[in-house]
């Protein structure tokens, strides 16, 4: 026979479910899904808007948390708190995971069902994105160009630009390793931060410094961590590369852009590039 025990249980008047809450409930006014709930706003019939929307806007949350945790690991490295530093990136390491597995939903749609909605993006795409441009930004992949296009929001553009100016993640890592007396370059750490970030063969050796000593040592998890990262990032470009091509094809993009040919040539930026180059000379 089924027992219900739990079930009436739950139902009883005196249950912490079953009284009226006095608004709305504890966990929406933390959460304030209610808000969440209210931002998907289709403008065509297609059955698949909702799946666009739903997974764009998820994709934004997580940059945002990747963003947050970015920042707490440049502070961290700023006042030399290397744990604090590690345990940020290691979190967001976990947060770029599933941010890659965000394509799955939209790289299941086949070219027809994109363009049942499409017509509603009118010229919006993904890659105007305020808070992935952010993310770009402490990664080190700056552009002037890019910057500009966010002066019509002033309070975005004023974010951006603070983004712009400062060091990004990998300089404030750097800058860390040379006041630790690692051989990283003083021209490094006085680099212009705004200029796109060159591969330096003292920085390689820095990290071949790192390498080939204790494998136990704290350093050795931070080079692992940043290549988590550098590899995480890599292969969320490849999955919008990948469902782009899935669904478009070579059309042209929504912003105007060449659309897949952009992409695969943003794809192919190296990020913290001597955590590569220093594995071939181990």
């Given at each position: ?8 249980a ?5 249950a912490?479910?079953?009284?009226p ?25 297609s ?42 990136l ?65 309070s ?8 712009y ?7 404030e890592?750097?800058?860390?390793l ?9 021209a ?73 040919a ?21």
């Amino acid at each position: 026979m089924h027992d219900d025990t739990a079930t009436r249980a739950d139902l009883a008047p005196d249950a912490p479910l079953a009284r009226p809450f006095p608004g709305a409930s504890p966990y929406d006014e933390y959460v304030h899904a209610h808000v969440l709930n209210t931002l998907q706003n289709p403008l065509t019939k297609s059955a698949d808007e909702m799946c666009f929307l739903v997974t764009t806007q998820v994709m934004e949350l997580w940059f945002t948390l990747i963003v947050h945790e970015w920042r707490t690991a440049q502070e961290a490295f700023a006042m030399d708190d290397l744990t604090a530093a590690l345990g940020a990136l290691r979190r967001s390491s976990r947060a770029m995971e599933t941010l890659c597995a965000s394509w799955r939903p939209l790289s299941a749609l086949t070219p027809a069902q994109f363009e049942g909605f499409r017509s509603a993006l009118g010229k919006a795409s993904g890659v105007q994105s305020a808070m992935y441009r952010h993310l770009e930004f402490l990664i080190g992949l700056k552009s002037e160009a890019l910057l500009r296009a966010h002066r019509g929001k002033p309070s975005v553009h004023e974010s951006l630009c603070r983004a712009y100016l400062q060091p990004s993640l990998y300089d404030e890592v750097l800058r860390y390793l040379h006041r630790h007396g690692l051989p990283v370059p003083r021209a490094v750490c006085e680099r212009d931060v705004t200029a796109p970030y060159a591969a330096h063969p003292g920085v390689v050796e820095a990290w071949r410094h790192i390498y080939t000593g204790p494998q136990h040592h704290p350093l050795v998890a931070l080079g692992e961590s940043l290549t988590d990262i550098a590899e995480g990032f890599t292969r969320w470009r490849t999955a919008h590369v990948m469902a782009v091509r899935r669904i478009l094809g070579t059309k042209a993009g929504s912003a105007g852009s060449s659309g897949l040919a952009w992409l695969e040539t943003r794809a192919r930026e190296p990020v913290f590039p001597e955590l590569w180059e220093v594995r071939g000379v181990l």
